[in-house]
């Protein structure tokens, strides 16, 4: 079955950098026919879509984070990156992996998105 693992959670300091891999198995060589995206969720409020990718490349950001994180993948790899640079306390949370067959079409909606990762924990403090 399509797994998602995520690595690379940690606790940063405000102003920091962080690395986030998701690897994908179960999907064979297709990978590189998915959209991916990275959701975050803290205590409390709902999950919410950070970045996403399409299969084509193009990338899509929450205006949150636009500017401070940057989305990539290795389709050679089956591997989903996240990298977020000046963190602020407001971007702790869990941060999820996820995946969907309808690779051309960007969305930052979790209901778009069928496979999910068990999330990776950030912690910034300030």
């Known amino acids: 079955q399509v797994q998602l693992v995520e690595s690379g959670g940690d606790s940063v300091q405000a102003g920091g950098s962080l690395g986030l891999s998701c690897v994908v198995s179960?999907?064979?060589?297709?990978?590189?026919?998915?959209?991916m995206a990275w959701f975050r969720q803290a205590p409390g409020k709902e999950r919410e879509g950070v970045a996403a990718?399409?299969?084509?490349?193009?990338?899509s950001s929450a205006d949150s984070v636009k500017g401070r994180f940057t989305i990539t993948r290795d389709n050679a790899k089956n591997t989903l990156f996240l990298q977020m640079d000046r963190l602020e306390p407001k971007d702790a949370a869990v941060y999820y992996c996820?995946?969907?067959?309808?690779?051309?079409?960007?969305?930052?909606?979790?209901?778009?998105?069928?496979?999910w990762g068990q999330g990776t924990q950030v912690t910034v403090s300030s």
């Open positions: 990718i399409a299969s084509t490349g193009a990338t």
């Open positions: 996820a995946a969907d067959k309808r690779g051309r079409l960007l969305s930052l909606r979790p209901d778009q998105y069928l496979y």
């Open positions: 179960g999907i064979g060589m297709t990978y590189d026919t998915y959209r």
